[in-house]
C-alpha cells in the first residue's frame, strides 16, 4: 500500500485545489523555503488523523483553513474550511475489502484498490467541525485510525518522521528507545490491552 495521490483544498498555503501526486517507491519534493513542503506533510497528519500525537505545525485546527492574508492582517467573514484527501493504492491488498467495510460500517465502500480518506475542517461565526470521510462515507476517527493499524500506521508510530525526531530517539534512555520498538514491532499494542484487562 502507498500513498498516491494528495490533494489540497484550502489547507494552508494551499488556496487552490492542488493534487499531488505520489510514486510508489520514493518522493521527494523540492522547493524554497516557505514555499509549502513541511505544509504537504501537515496536510498528511491531519487527514489521516495522525496529528496528535505527532505535532502538526498549527496552534488549533482552524489555523490549517488556507489564509489569504497569512502574512498580514486577517480579515473575511462567512464560512471557511479546508479539505485534505489522500487517496491509498491499495493494490497489493494490505487492507482486505472486510477491514474497509468494517471501517466503513457499511458494504457500500466501492473499490478498495483504492481507497480514499478525506478531512475537512469547517469553521463557522462562533465554532468549528472536523469531519473525515472513507471513500466519501463519513466516519469517525476512530474508523479511520482502526483501519489504519491494520496497515501499521498509528499516531504513536514513526511512520512519519518528523524534523528533530532523530535528534530526539538519539538523545532517549535506552529504555524510551526499546518503547519505540516495541510500538513498531506491535508488541505496545498487547502491553495496553493487557493493562487494559488488568485495569478491569
Ligand atoms: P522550509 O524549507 O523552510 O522548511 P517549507 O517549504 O517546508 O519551508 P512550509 O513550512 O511548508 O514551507 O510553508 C510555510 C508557508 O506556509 C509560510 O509562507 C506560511 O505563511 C504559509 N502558511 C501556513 N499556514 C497558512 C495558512 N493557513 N494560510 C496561508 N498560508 C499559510
Ligand atoms: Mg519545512
Known sequence: MHIKELVLDDFKSFGR??????????????????????????????????ARTRGIRAEKL??????????????????REAS???VLNNGDGTLDRAQVVNAAGTDKVGDVEEISIRRRV?????????????NDRSV??????DL????GVTPEGYNVVMQGDVTE????T???????????????EFDAKKEDAFAE
Request: charged content about 25%; cysteine-free.
Open 84 to 86: 485534505v484527501e489522500v
Open 148 to 151: 489504519l493499524a491494520q496497515a
Open 140 to 145: 469517525n476517527l476512530s474508523d479511520i485510525r
Open 62 to 79: 482552524t489555523d490549517l483553513i488556507y489564509n489569504p492574508g497569512h502574512e498580514g492582517d486577517t480579515d473575511h467573514g462567512g464560512q
Open 174 to 188: 535506552a529504555f524510551q528507545r526499546r518503547e519505540i520498538i516495541d510500538e513498531i514491532a506491535g508488541v505496545a
Open 17 to 50: 485545489k492542488t493534487r499531488i501526486p505520489f510514486y510508489e517507491d520514493f518522493t521527494v519534493i523540492t522547493g524554497p523555503n516557505g514555499s509549502g513542503k513541511s505544509n504537504i506533510i501537515d496536510g498528511v497528519l491531519f487527514a489521516l488523523g495522525l
Open 169 to 172: 530517539i538519539i538523545n532517549m
Open 122 to 134: 469547517k469553521e463557522t461565526d462562533d465554532n468549528y467541525y472536523s469531519y473525515y470521510y472513507l
